[in-house]
């Protein structure tokens, strides 16, 4: 019998079927009609059940297409993409003219940078994370306090740290110089009429101030315009393809039952490696499916690496339930989307989670460090040590992690069967 527990567990949407199919005759069948490419020479099968059952479900073959995002009525518009992939790479939506999104999130870098902590106009407190396979996440940045990732592209332009610019001013650039594909995409501008220079609820006394004097329904049309902004750039990021890797290759050689080719693809100690990430190494528990993550939250008992005690997810949970450009807020368009009511069901459940960050996906990992939700670790053998003796935590509660008890060797596959998930150029 198949431990489909251990692979499936708590599943978000887009792992679902993948889960589903552990029941059915075809997988069945599947496993009884493997022919002899499958076999080693001494005619016994290299992988048991449970491992090629967990292979097929880490294959980029079993990642579906990405659901619709009802908050998002452009999310899937070609024309909304083309003008968000613009707004993305565009630095005057900064206070210094200098930063854009693409100053973080590099797309030769896997839409990240490789800092140990991002920098905008000034560094942050975290290290940037790859864009790469977030449309599938519900949850968006290190601490989920973003549901969607048209809201999570606002946040970083007000942050004093990133962007540094405001509500007002990002208004009038959209207005001075993409009105017209503005308007292409969500129809005629908003009347916001004269409007400061410089005002949000957020930042300085100044600007927030600056922001009181308007009337209503010139934040009202200001926010509209704002929230779209946002929305374009997630129709671009839903575009950005998650890579195929050399496991995706070894992972399609043993689905067609040869091994023959499987093993030129990956070494023996890659082999091993894998064996190891599916049992012993206990990686599936949180990096599971074809995007190896399932996006939930963890305290794993990091160093803290400043004075100040970062607590992660907890707090985050607060702010989105207050946060205006939620799902569930008034700019939503699809306030009562049934992926809205599943998303505050988690967040009610997470709240308690001080110290705990989202599981990264790894894949293309070894070609993005360094490590963790602060850039502590330099190399993928530090990570790898922290699970194999992992540290109490320095506050919250790890609940997660047990010694493993690994070899220097067994470490040593682990690395290198991760390294098979490097992007191919």
Not at 252 to 278: C, M, P, T, Y
Not at 289 to 294: E, H, K, R, V
Not at 326 to 337: M, Q
Request: glycine share 8%.
């Amino acid at each position: 019998m198949l431990e489909i527990n251990r692979y499936c567990g708590t599943v978000h949407r887009w792992t679902q079927s993948v889960c589903d199919l552990a029941t059915t005759a075809a997988f069945g069948a599947f496993l009884f009609l493997l022919g002899p490419h499958a076999v080693s020479a001494d005619g016994t099968l290299p992988w048991s059940t449970e491992e090629l059952y967990g292979i097929r479900t880490l294959s980029i073959a079993d990642l579906r297409p990405l659901s619709p995002d009802e908050t998002n009525r452009v999310a899937d518009d070609p024309k909304a993409a083309a003008l968000g992939q613009k707004l993305f790479f565009d630095p005057r939506f900064s206070a210094n003219g200098e930063v854009s999104c693409s100053s973080c999130h590099m797309p030769d870098q896997q839409f990240q940078d490789g800092r140990q902590v991002g920098h905008g106009i000034k560094d942050v407190k975290r290290r940037t994370p790859t864009l790469v396979g977030s449309a599938y996440s519900p949850f968006q940045f290190w601490d989920g306090r973003k549901d969607s990732q048209w809201s999570q592209a606002l946040g970083p332009l007000e942050s004093a740290a990133e962007h540094g610019a405001d509500r007002t001013m990002i208004v009038q650039v959209i207005a001075e110089n993409y009105r017209e594909e503005f308007e292409a995409v969500f129809g005629a501008f908003p009347d916001f009429g004269i409007l400061p220079p410089h005002a949000s609820p957020l930042g300085s006394p100044k600007k927030i101030s600056a922001w009181t004097t308007l009337k209503a329904a010139q934040r009202q049309s200001v926010n509209v315009i704002f929230s779209n902004m946002g929305k374009a750039i997630a129709a671009f990021e839903r575009t950005i393809p998650v890579p195929i890797t050399r496991f995706d290759d070894f992972a399609a050689a043993i689905a067609a039952n040869d091994l023959l080719s499987a093993n030129k693809i990956f070494s023996e100690s890659e082999r091993n490696g894998l064996k190891l990430f599916l049992g012993g190494g206990d990686c599936l528990r949180c990096h599971k499916g074809p995007l190896f993550t399932d996006m939930q939250f963890y305290n794993l008992g990091l160093p803290d690496m400043t004075t100040k005690t970062d607590s992660g997810r907890s707090p985050a949970a607060y702010d989105l339930k207050n946060d205006p450009f939620s799902c569930l807020g008034d700019y939503s368009d699809s306030s009562g989307a049934r992926g809205c009511l599943k998303n505050l069901t988690i967040l009610y459940d997470l709240t308690d989670d001080v110290g705990a960050f989202k599981s990264p996906t790894l894949r293309g990992v070894a070609q993005r460090p360094p490590y963790m939700h602060n850039g502590k670790f330099a190399t993928l053998r530090d990570v790898l040590k922290h699970y194999n003796e992992p540290p109490k935590a320095l506050f919250g509660v790890t609940k997660l992690l047990a010694p493993l008890k690994l070899t220097d060797q067994q470490l040593t596959d682990l690395e290198l069967f991760l390294k098979t998930l490097d992007t191919k150029h």
